[in-house]
């Protein structure tokens, strides 16, 4: 990197200086305010200004700082699922090909913008109505994660007497909590005799 070098919003100075493991450089950003930076982050395109364009495009949204980071992160995981083959959540996302549209995929201005207008807020994620479908406008709503939670449990089938249900249908059937079912499920208990028994365990143990 040279003086006058050009990069975003910044432009290099000069006076690198290694600071432990990194090297930092003073940039002057178009707003005018000088700051030294770790030049590896301007190089490499993740730091594009002195952090006003980053105030400025929460802004543009209505959001704070940590409203926006939430909201990049709710696109930022949804693409991870669907494309990063490392994603521990891959295998039922993207290996399953859910994909994320053309609009939003590499955009995250035009998912934010959708966001926003679907009412977003910092306390709910995205969830896809038809689980067989992407992330797409047309499929998605935001919810909290206790509805998100419900909807997993709602998804789970299990065939009992010969009947194939969702979990949360079972339990309303049986007049069971579904809280405690679902938590049973988690526990690895596969057997309807167990899973849908309406007492404690313990009891179930007691009398067998
Ligand atoms: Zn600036």
């Known amino acids: 990197m040279i003086k006058g070098d050009r990069f975003c919003r910044l432009v290099y100075l000069g006076e690198s200086q290694k600071i432990k493991k990194h090297t930092y450089g003073m940039f002057r950003c178009d707003c005018g305010r000088e700051k030294r930076i770790r030049i590896d982050g301007v190089s490499g395109g993740q730091i594009k200004s002195c952090g006003c364009l980053y105030h400025e495009r929460c802004n543009e949204f209505g959001l704070n700082s940590i409203e926006y980071e939430r909201l990049y992160n709710v696109w930022a995981n949804m693409r991870k699922r669907c494309y990063d083959t490392k994603s521990d959540r891959y295998y039922a996302y993207g290996a399953k090909g859910i994909t994320v549209c053309d609009e939003w995929k590499d955009d995250f201005h035009a998912f934010a913008k959708f966001a926003i207008d679907n009412g977003w807020n910092s306390k709910l994620s995205i969830e896809?109505?038809?689980?067989?479908?992407?992330?797409?406008?047309?499929?998605?709503?935001?919810?909290?994660?206790?509805?998100?939670?419900?909807?997993?449990?709602?998804?789970?089938?299990?065939?009992?007497?010969?009947?194939?249900?969702?979990?949360?249908?079972?339990?309303?059937?049986?007049?069971?909590?579904?809280?405690?079912?679902?938590?049973?499920?988690?526990?690895?208990?596969?057997?309807?005799?167990?899973?849908?028994?309406?007492?404690d365990l313990r009891g179930l143990r007691r009398r067998a």
């Open 128 to 199: 896809r109505i038809d689980l067989a479908k992407g992330y797409e406008p047309q499929n998605c709503i935001f919810i909290t994660m206790k509805q998100q939670a419900r909807n997993k449990t709602s998804n789970i089938k299990v065939n009992y007497n010969g009947e194939i249900k969702c979990i949360a249908e079972w339990c309303e059937v049986l007049g069971l909590n579904d809280k405690r079912t679902y938590r049973r499920y988690q526990l690895g208990i596969r057997n309807p005799d167990i899973l849908f028994y309406p007492g």
